[in-house]
Each structure stands twice: as structure tokens, then as C-alpha cells.
């Protein structure tokens, strides 16, 4: 009788699929973590492990190559220029999760293999784009985390024999919740088997303290047990209670809005797929819950913060530099900076305007804040060239200007003030070195603005200029 055929408790199921079932996994395990621990270790040795498999070499090849682990984007043709361009420990672990995901390709209840390596790698991506969306330098690390969080399962349903279709079985026919038929088949939580062979094989701290169920507030271990939520409610859609409740819960964490996570969400999921695939496993990629747009949930009143939050300026304006560098699109970089004005300036209205093809008029685009929809449709001036009008002169002097009730008698604050009804405002205009092509307009609904807020917006609008001018825009 096989040893999968009898009642083994947690410490014979780790045993037996260390020592029967993935002694090569263990072996290579064991040779990468020598490496990694070593801080002298030379790349030439780390390659020596990989090109032992030929199609390790190959897979881990492929992923080096892809847009998702190669940020350089920097062609990559063997393993020594890999470990260069990625660096020593992400293509150690690369190797290490390829290892992982070929040893439970064969055998066992293939469906449930393929479930659980769906879930894996959608929680994974999701994870690494948690993590970089708080602005953690921990990426890939979070994304092989969340990849072996479920180990355990994995390798019962690949390795499980008996044990395995009896759990399939009754999860099947009993009507009972997973974690309730696992009470029964094998008699233990599989996530304790995950625990276990965690530390057996010593995969990593993060993924032990995403298992213990105690994650920091913020952090790669709270990326990581987000990922696997998403991933979870993914499979339940996105328009359950739990959907609607988890997407809540990420913008707030994100601070983003709520549809704007549900579109990254979606994509990702995209992403998610063709990684499975990049690893080998079609089957799960297959399985990877795509398209379902998350309904977002019912508009609130949006109400900016009481006060300006450098912190979230400086994440927003390392996002904007980030977007433009990636060469984003150019309507995208623009609301993020609308909403870090709006945000991270705290500002009451934030309208964004920009010249008309034949720059005859400056013409409202884009609003944030209580009435700034209205606003920014009324937001329309003629452009006739008057050089001591405020907005001609933003536009074709580069002036900012700071809008007060002492200043009302220059010229153009009569028209400006007829559209906005605030005597209290700021006017940057933003474009290449050589033409302007728009202003960011804001204001407080009538209250003084200060020199913080003052300087802040001009950042932002310096970030748009980047990002206009790398783009030839105007």
C-alpha cells in the first residue's frame, strides 16, 4: 500500500513528500539557499546551478526576458547576464519557484493542482503590485512570497494519492467548506503542511510571517496576504459583498479611488496569466478569473484632506516621475497630478485647462473636488494675446500667479473671477521650455492659500512639464 493511501499525521506528510515526492526540489532548494547565504558566493557559481537543468535554463531565461522582471528592459541571452541585469537573489529565486512549479506539473488531482497554481501565481502579481504601489523595493520578493504561500496544498493535491481524491471527494459530495473537509481529509489544515514545509525548506522569512496570520499594518507581509484576497475574491466576483468590501479595503491602503483599483485589479490579472504561462503552466493560466471590471461601489462625496500631506505628495510625485519615464499616457499622468494637487495639496477645486489645437482658447479638461465639474465646464477663455492679462501672460510668459483680493485690478482677474467666484487662488501654467499649454487652476473655496501649498503646486505642474515635454506634446 502506498504511504498516500494510509492516514499519515502533519509530520509523516512532511517527511513523505520531502524524502518521496520532491527530493530533487529539496536538493536544489538546499544548493540555491548555500548560495544566497553566502556573500561571497560569485555568479558563476549560481549559474552553474541553473544550467544543471536545461529547462530550468530555459524558463528562467524566458522570465528574465519579460517586461514584468526585466524593468530595463535589457535583452538577456544566459544566465550570467541575468543575474546582472536582475541581480543575484531575484534570479535565485526565480530558479527557485521554477523549480517548485516543474516539480507539481505531473501526477495527483490535476484539477486541484491547477486551482490551487492559478491562485498562486494571480495572488503573486497582485501581491508585487501591492507592494509597489505602497512604494516597497521589495517586488519580486513579495511576488514569490505570495507564489509559495500555498505550498502545502499544492503538493497534497499533486502528491496526495488516496488521501487527495478522498479530500476531493468530499469537498465534492459533503457540502463542506474547505477548511471543514480537510478536518476530515487528512485531518489537519493543509495550510499547517504549507507552515511546515516552509521551514523545512527554508523558503523564506516573509512567506512564514504572511502563514502566521499576523502581518504588519503596512508592509511586504500585508502585500502579501492582499494578493491572496484578491485572488480569492476574484474566483467569488467582484460584485459579492466581499468584492465590494475588499475593494474598499485596497483603495483605502492605496489611497487611490476605488475604480481606479478595480481597472488595475483586472489587468493584472491579464499580467498573472501570461506569467503562468512564461513558468509553463498553461493549465492554470487558463484558470485565472479575466475581464469581470470590478463594479465600483456608489460614488461618495469627495471631500479633500484638511491639510497638505507631503508624504503622499512625495508618493505622488514619484509615481508621476515613475509614469513618465514608462512613457504612461499622457491623460493619465494628468489625473494623477489633478489628484495629487487635489489630495496631497489639499485643495479645495483643481481644474486642469489646456490650449485648443489653434490655441485660441484655454478650455477646462479635467476637475476634482465639490462643484469642480460645473467649474471646470465654464472654465473657458479667449486667448488674445493681451501681455499684462493673467492668463495670457501664463501662457505666453510662463507666469505663475497667486491670486488675491489685493490684486483684483490686474488685468484678467475681472473674467477669471466671473468663471470662478474665488478671489483666493493659484494659477500655474505648465508645457515645454519653448510654449505653454495649459495651467493647473486651484483654490480653496474662498480661504487665503499659503506658501506651502503655493510651492507644492508648482512642483506638480513641473512634473507635467516633464512629462509634456518627453512627450513633444503642445
Wanted: aromatic share 6%.
Amino acid at each position: 500500500m502506498n504511504s498516500t493511501d494510509r492516514n499519515l499525521d502533519l509530520t509523516g506528510w512532511i517527511a513523505h513528500i520531502r524524502n518521496c515526492e520532491m527530493p530533487v526540489f529539496g536538493r536544489t532548494v538546499d544548493a540555491l539557499h548555500t548560495l544566497m547565504e553566502d556573500e561571497k558566493a560569485s555568479a558563476s557559481a549560481l549559474a552553474q546551478v541553473i544550467l544543471k537543468d536545461a529547462a530550468m535554463t530555459t524558463k528562467v531565461l524566458r522570465l528574465a526576458n519579460s517586461a514584468f522582471f526585466n524593468h530595463a528592459h535589457q535583452g538577456v541571452s544566459t544566465v550570467s547576464r541575468a543575474i546582472v541585469v536582475l541581480g543575484f537573489d531575484p534570479v535565485a529565486e526565480l530558479a527557485l519557484s521554477v523549480s517548485l512549479v516543474d516539480s507539481l506539473l505531473s501526477g495527483g488531482v490535476r484539477s486541484r493542482v491547477h486551482e490551487e497554481m492559478a491562485r498562486s501565481f494571480h495572488a503573486a502579481v497582485q501581491a508585487r503590485w501591492v507592494a509597489m504601489k505602497r512604494g516597497g523595493s521589495q517586488g519580486e520578493e513579495v511576488f514569490i512570497a505570495a507564489l509559495l504561500m500555498r505550498v502545502g496544498e499544492m503538493a497534497f493535491w499533486c502528491f496526495g494519492g488516496g488521501q487527495a481524491r478522498s479530500l476531493d471527494r468530499c469537498m465534492i459530495q459533503s457540502g463542506l467548506k474547505e477548511d471543514e473537509a480537510q478536518q476530515v481529509v487528512p485531518g489537519f489544515p493543509l495550510r499547517q503542511l504549507s507552515v511546515g514545509l516552509v521551514r523545512e525548506w527554508r523558503l523564506g522569512p516573509l512567506v512564514a510571517a504572511a502563514l502566521e496570520g499576523r502581518p504588519r499594518a503596512s508592509g511586504p507581509e500585508r502585500a502579501v496576504v492582499l494578493g491572496h484576497k484578491i485572488a480569492r475574491v476574484a474566483e467569488q466576483g467582484w460584485e459579492s459583498l466581499a468584492g465590494r468590501q475588499l475593494l474598499r479595503e485596497l483603495a483605502e491602503y492605496l489611497e487611490m479611488s476605488p475604480a481606479v483599483v478595480g481597472q488595475e485589479i483586472v489587468a493584472n490579472s491579464a499580467v498573472a496569466a501570461r506569467i503562468a504561462s512564461t513558468f509553463g503552466s498553461t493549465a492554470a493560466a487558463g484558470l485565472i478569473p479575466q475581464g469581470n471590471l470590478p463594479v465600483s461601489p456608489p460614488p461618495e462625496v469627495v471631500a479633500p484632506p484638511s491639510g497638505p500631506d507631503p508624504a503622499l505628495q512625495l508618493r505622488i510625485l514619484h509615481d508621476l516621475a515613475a509614469m513618465t519615464v514608462g512613457r504612461s499616457d499622457i491623460s493619465e499622468i494628468l489625473q494623477l497630478a489633478v489628484e495629487g494637487v487635489f489630495r496631497g495639496v489639499a485643495c479645495d477645486r483643481v481644474i486642469l485647462a489646456m490650449l485648443t489645437p489653434d490655441r485660441r482658447q484655454l478650455k477646462g479638461r479635467l476637475g476634482l473636488g465639490v462643484g469642480a465639474e460645473a467649474l471646470c465646464a465654464r472654465f473657458v477663455f479667449s486667448m488674445d494675446g493681451e501681455p499684462d492679462d493673467v492668463l495670457d501672460a501664463a501662457i505666453d510668459s510662463a507666469q505663475a500667479c497667486r491670486i488675491q483680493p489685493a490684486r483684483m485690478e490686474l488685468p484678467g482677474m475681472e473674467r477669471l473671477l466671473g468663471v470662478t467666484g474665488c478671489d483666493e487662488a493659484f494659477l500655474v501654467p505648465f508645457g515645454t521650455p519653448y510654449r505653454q499649454i495649459g495651467v493647473l487652476y486651484a483654490d480653496l473655496n474662498g480661504k487665503p492659500g499659503d506658501e506651502e501649498r503655493w510651492l507644492a503646486l508648482r512642483h506638480f505642474a513641473m512634473q507635467v512639464s516633464l512629462a509634456v515635454s518627453l512627450r513633444g506634446e503642445g
